[in-house]
């Protein structure tokens, strides 16, 4: 926006990117964020990354509609997977042609969030990275994992995630399940 001189979209995406910084400052310093927080912060790296990517990409977040707005959820844990769904997943199809979902909903024991993109599929996308940057080596999700491991072992707890490719009926993409608990166990802290 800055190079092609469009002052007004530049303002724009300069506020949101600053407040999106800000966000993830405040939520890196808390232990655990509310759903609401959650699907907020969600929404806002969302449309930035929409915007920067020229809209190539349409998203939806949902939840269950009741009154779990406060349940509590580590920080930072989701964004990771929605990157993915991203870099790896709907950039490499036609523009405007990419669809992303994230659906939080609660379980008996569990607070569910489902990531799913129709993107290109991780056999794809893993044959496309070593064709673009065979050196490149990602570190994210290995990061992720361990923070749960960490995450689990602290709180006594046990968050999931689960990684299935979709290949339904010619459409490919991938889904990701991300189970959490409803109480975490802080008498070890």
């Known amino acids: ?31 655990f964020i ?36 406060n349940l509590l959820l580590p920080p930072l844990l989701i964004q990771p997977f929605v990157e993915n769904s991203i870099r790896h997943g709907v950039l490499n199809l036609k523009k405007g042609q990419g669809k992303i979902l994230v659906h939080f909903f609660k379980e008996v024991n569990a607070l569910c969030c489902v990531v799913e993109d129709n993107g290109i599929g991780r056999a794809n996308a893993i044959q496309l ?6 050196v490149y080596e990602s570190k994210g999700m290995v990061l992720v994992k361990n923070r749960i491991e960490s995450l689990n072992n602290i709180y006594n707890s046990d968050i999931t995630v689960a990684i299935e ?6 459409n490919t993409g991938t889904r990701v399940i991300i189970k959490f608990p409803l ?5 070890n802290n």
């Not at 490719?165 to 010619?170: H, K, N, V, W, Y």
């Open 34 to 69: 509310t759903l609401t927080e959650e699907i907020m912060y969600l929404r806002a790296y969302l449309g930035l990354e929409q915007k920067k990517y020229e809209h190539c990409f349409n998203f939806t977040i949902a939840a269950e509609e009741n009154k779990d707005g």
């Open 165 to 170: 490719d979709i290949d339904e009926e010619g």
């Open 183 to 187: 109480d975490y166990d802080e008498q």
């Open 129 to 134: 990275k070593k064709s673009v940057n065979p």
């Open 1 to 31: 926006y800055v190079f092609s001189g469009n002052v007004a979209e530049a303002n724009e995406y300069i506020t949101d990117f600053s407040s999106l910084v800000r966000q993830t400052l405040d939520m890196s310093g808390k232990k």
